[in-house]
């Protein structure tokens, strides 16, 4: 088993920026990535990356705003800038044992979410 815990979210204005967090315990993991959900929306791919960091994926939504990164096998970050009221959601850490997949139900475990609120 693999417990997912996500730190980092907030609320901040437009053109501000974040940092989310997601250390992983238990089993160790190959692909981690990051989805969010709005309200009333469906859950969307963010951004995912490999164990070794050699393999990274983005949505076009956030390519050139948003890095993610790994700093050893079980922790990855999300770094977001120039955040737009469109990237409120609460935001999701996912794990699989994996490559990195864009689809949410390939991943096998999963934070409880962390907030992200931007205002205009």
């Known amino acids: 088993q693999v417990q997912l815990v996500e730190s980092g979210g907030g609320s901040v204005q437009a053109g501000g920026s974040l940092r989310l967090s997601c250390a992983a315990s238990?089993?160790?993991?190959?692909?981690m990535g990051w989805f969010r959900q709005a309200p009333g929306k469906e859950r969307q791919f963010v951004a995912a990356?490999?164990?070794?960091?050699?393999?990274i994926y983005y949505a076009d939504s956030v390519k050139g705003r948003f890095t993610i990164s790994r700093d050893n096998a079980n922790t990855v970050y999300l770094q977001m800038i120039s955040l737009k009221p469109e990237d409120t959601a609460v935001y999701y850490c996912a794990a699989r044992y994996g490559l990195p997949t864009l689809v949410g139900r390939t991943y096998d475990y999963w934070g409880q979410g962390t907030q992200v609120t931007v205002s205009s």
């Open positions: 238990g089993r160790t993991v190959n692909a």
């Open positions: 990356i490999s164990r070794n960091g050699g393999s």
